[in-house]
C-alpha cells in the first residue's frame, strides 16, 4: 500500500476550499500554510481558543498565519465529536466560501499506553476523535464534496492516518490507540470505495519519521532532534492534493511521495540538521 503520488498535479489550490480539522498546530497548520501560499481558502476547525504555554497556537493565531502567507481563513471552535458543531461548522463554510472542495481529517487525540493504564475515558476520547470524528467529519462534508465533483473541482478526502496491518506488534504496546487510528484508515479504506461513484478521491498520508509536533513533545522520552518537522507532512499533502483525484483509496509515505516528484534532499525537513538517524514513526517497519 505504500504508493507514489506519481501522477502529474493538476496546478494550484487557488480559489479551492480546505475544512482541516485540528489545524491550529503541528501538522495540520503546516498543511493549512501550504495550501494557503496558492490563496486557498482554509476553514480551521479546531478547540483551541485561548493561548497556553504548554501547548502553543489557537485558532485564531492559525487564522493569522494562514492570511500572512496568501490565503483566506475562517476560524472555528469545534469538537469534532459533537456531531451539531460539526455540522454547523460545515454550514458556516459553506455560506463564507460557498463550497468544500477538500476535507483534511487531521485531529487526532494520542495515548501511548498500555490496557492497564488506558482507562475508558482515555479510550473514549481517542475513539471519538479519531475514528469517529474522522467519520463524522466525512460525512458532513460528502455533499458539498459530491458538489465540487460535479463543478469538475477534484475534490478528495486526505486522512493522516497509517497503513493497514493487522499484526499483533502494531496494536500490544498501545491497543486503544492503535485502534483509534486504524479507524481512520479503515474509513479511507472504505469511503475510497464508496465515493469513488461520485468522483472524490480519498486516500491517507502518514510520514516515515517521527513528526515534531506539540503532541510529540509531551511523550515522555521522545527526542524531539530526532524527528522531522510538520511541513513535510505539508509538502506531500499538497502533492496528493493536486493530483487527479482518481488515484484513490492509496495509504500514501511522505518521502516517498516526494520522491515520486523528484524530491529527495529531505535535509531542509530535519528538526536537527545532519541528522542520519530519525526516530522511526509508531507504524513504520
Known amino acids: 500500500m505504500d504508493e507514489a503520488a506519481s501522477s502529474s498535479p493538476l496546478g494550484s489550490l487557488r480559489g479551492k476550499t ?13 498543511v493549512a500554510k501550504r495550501a494557503a501560499h496558492d490563496g486557498a481558502n482554509i476553514v480551521i476547525v479546531a478547540k483551541t481558543t485561548e493561548t497556553n504555554p504548554k501547548l502553543p497556537g489557537t485558532i485564531y493565531s492559525a487564522a493569522q498565519e494562514v492570511q500572512a502567507v496568501g490565503g483566506h481563513a475562517l476560524a472555528l471552535a469545534v469538537d469534532i465529536r459533537d456531531e451539531a458543531a460539526v455540522l454547523a461548522a ?7 466560501f460557498g463550497g468544500i472542495d477538500i476535507l483534511v481529517n487531521n485531529a487526532s487525540a494520542i495515548s501511548l499506553t498500555n490496557t492497564e493504564a488506558t482507562p475508558m475515558k482515555r479510550f473514549d476520547l481517542m475513539n471519538g476523535v479519531n475514528a469517529r470524528g474522522t467519520y463524522l467529519c466525512t460525512m458532513a462534508c460528502l455533499p458539498e464534496l459530491k458538489k465540487s465533483a460535479k463543478a469538475g473541482r477534484n475534490p478528495q478526502v486526505l486522512t493522516m492516518s497509517p497503513p493497514l496491518s493487522m499484526q499483533a506488534h502494531w496494536f500490544s504496546p498501545h491497543t486503544a490507540y492503535t485502534m483509534a487510528k486504524y479507524g481512520m484508515s479503515m474509513c479511507t479504506l472504505g469511503h475510497a470505495g464508496e465515493f469513488k461513484k461520485y468522483g472524490i478521491g480519498v486516500n491517507s498520508l ?19 532532534g530526532l524527528c522531522r518537522k510538520p511541513e513535510i507532512m505539508a ?6 492534493l493536486t493530483q487527479n483525484n482518481t488515484r484513490t483509496g492509496h495509504f500514501y509515505m511522505d518521502d516517498t511521495v516526494l520522491a515520486a516528484h523528484g524530491v529527495t534532499d529531505l535535509e531542509k525537513y530535519s528538526v536537527t540538521p545532519g541528522t542520519q538517524n530519525f526516530l522511526p514513526d509508531l507504524f513504520v517497519e
Request: hydrophobic share 60%; charged share 15%.
Open 206 to 224: 502518514w510520514p516515515r519519521t517521527a513528526i515534531a509536533t506539540a503532541a510529540m513533545q509531551m511523550i515522555p522520552g521522545v527526542d524531539v
Open 235 to 240: 509538502d506531500a499533502a499538497y502533492l496528493v
Open 18 to 30: 480546505l475544512l482541516i480539522t485540528g489545524a491550529s498546530r503541528g501538522i495540520g497548520l503546516a
Open 90 to 96: 460545515v454550514a458556516k463554510a459553506v455560506e463564507t
